[in-house]
């Protein structure tokens, strides 16, 4: 039995991959200067949510990070508009998480000379929108 040439198994692999059509977008913020633990909050209460009621939500939440998920969400809707052509009325967002970033290790002088370390926490923050009408096909 002979094997197709590596490089011709790759290039028939990236055809049936570019022939499959093209349902979700993602956008990725990272090494974002607030703490995963806090960011976690918000983004566990947009996901699954239609994207113009993940909008809403965002919008009207009084956080700093809602502030920063709700630009990463406008991204990603916008790279499915405008990279993949799908309609943002039947946009959900399939997937939102938080990751840790490196941490900052800071220096925090305390009595007798000892000291401690502060830790400021970084995240990154990833957000997936997919096309609910295309999906159910």
């Known amino acids: 039995m002979a094997h197709k040439k590596r490089s ?13 059509p093209v349902i979700e ?5 990272k090494h974002l200067r607030l703490s995963p633990r806090k960011a976690r909050s918000i983004v566990n209460t947009i996901r699954g949510e239609k994207v113009d009621k993940a ?6 939440s009084p956080q700093k ?3 920063i998920v709700l630009k990463i969400l406008k991204s990603a809707v916008a790279n499915a508009e405008n990279n993949f052509q799908l309609s943002v009325d039947h946009l959900i967002v ?43 096909e």
């Open 25 to 29: 977008a993602r956008a990725t913020a």
């Open 65 to 67: 990070t809602a502030r």
């Open 55 to 60: 909008f809403t939500i965002l919008e009207f």
């Open 8 to 20: 011709i198994f790759h290039a028939e692999r990236k055809e049936q991959e570019s022939s499959i």
């Open 94 to 136: 399939s997937e939102a998480f938080v990751n840790d970033g490196p941490r900052m290790k800071r220096v925090w002088p305390r009595g007798r000379g000892r000291a401690d370390i502060l830790q400021k926490r970084m995240s990154h923050i990833t957000v997936v929108v997919k096309d609910q009408s295309k999906a159910s």
